[in-house]
């Protein structure tokens, strides 16, 4: 399959050389609003093709899949070009800015009958998967609670710090906590509590959330861009405990009985953990469907309606909402 990239940034990049090494997938084209960068991007990665627009790249009707590594402010409008153009579409987490642009785009791709996805990879990578075995032998007894935390030390770059890019530590980082939490306890939350600390310009820089689940199991959060945090997802049982190194990027996850026996799961090899999401989509196409079982368009509507709720009770909204 053809793919396309949009944008030329960091994760672009990194995308961009992880197709290059997979098998059935070809780096066919790239975008960017200046003709330079996407020249030097196509150069430097061995696209074929280059574009000076995101449209023109939409236009070109030998593209399977766009991959869209825009800012997360930019995410809607992108999907909606590359859907109403006939292009399948995988976008970068958050999905969108806020829960009805996500469903808008779902929509126009269910008419379409175009596959549109959200790259959160942590859903898609063996690992995920490996946890959800673990979690179905109940090695630990009944699951009580959870851990899970997600920084990095970028509070200065733009991106992060301007609210007219949706900017903030939740979209940002915030996202893998939600998410891993709800890999383990599922959908049913019957309480919410939360705070943030925000910048100069108004979005959340660090948080602490608490949910409870079912009305008894609870999962402790936190997220920040002021500190790298050492990534950690922890799982508790009555009967010990799971611990999920690097929830971001697992690198090996150990079993711990309460009498002191370990049971360690170890990580395979990949080529950057971003193939398994493209490998998921381009399934889901062959398929003829428009979304893919990793990653349902239910799950991402869950986790950002509950990122709309946290939003709205630190008094969060971004100038374009």
Not at 76 to 104: H, W, Y
Not at 236 to 246: A, K, T, V
Not at 253 to 271: A, C, D, F, W, Y
Request: glycine share 6%.
């Amino acid at each position: 399959m053809k793919i396309g990239i949009l944008g030329t940034g960091i994760i672009a990049g990194k995308m961009a050389e992880t197709v290059n090494r997979m098998k059935d997938v070809q780096l066919y084209a790239v975008a960017s609003r200046t003709e330079s960068k996407a020249h030097d991007f196509a150069v430097k990665f061995g696209a074929k093709k280059y574009y000076d627009s995101y449209e023109a790249l939409a236009d070109d009707e030998n593209i399977d899949l766009i991959y869209i590594a825009t800012p997360h402010s930019r995410h809607f409008q992108d999907s909606v070009m590359c859907l109403e153009k006939g292009r399948n579409i995988l976008c970068e987490k958050p999905f969108t800015v806020n829960a009805l642009q996500a469903e808008k785009v779902f929509e126009l791709a269910e008419k379409r009958n175009l596959f549109a996805g959200e790259a959160m990879w942590t859903r898609f990578m063996p690992m995920r998967f490996t946890l959800d075995k673990i979690l179905s032998e109940n090695p630990v007894g009944r699951i009580t609670s959870l851990t899970a935390n997600t920084g990095y030390s970028i509070a200065g770059i733009e991106r992060i710090k301007n609210p007219d890019l949706a900017g903030g530590a939740l979209l940002d980082v915030g996202i893998y906590p939600l998410n891993f939490a709800a890999m383990v306890f599922g959908h049913n939350i019957t309480d919410v509590r939360s705070s943030c600390v925000k910048n100069e310009y108004g979005v959340d820089m660090q948080n602490s959330i608490i949910l409870t689940f079912n009305d008894s199991e609870t999962a402790l959060l936190h997220s920040t861009v002021c500190a790298n945090t050492d990534l950690l997802g922890v799982i508790y049982g009555e009967n010990g405990r799971i611990e999920f190194r690097n929830i971001n990027n697992c690198e090996g996850i150990t079993v711990i009985q309460n009498n002191g026996e370990r049971t360690e799961h170890l990580t395979p090899e990949s080529i950057s953990g971003y193939e398994y999401e493209v490998e998921a989509a381009c399934r889901a196409i062959t398929e003829r469907k428009t979304e893919c079982t990793e990653m349902p368009h239910s799950e991402t509507l869950f986790i950002m309606k509950l990122m709309d709720r946290l939003r709205y009770d630190w008094n969060i909204v971004y100038p374009f909402e």
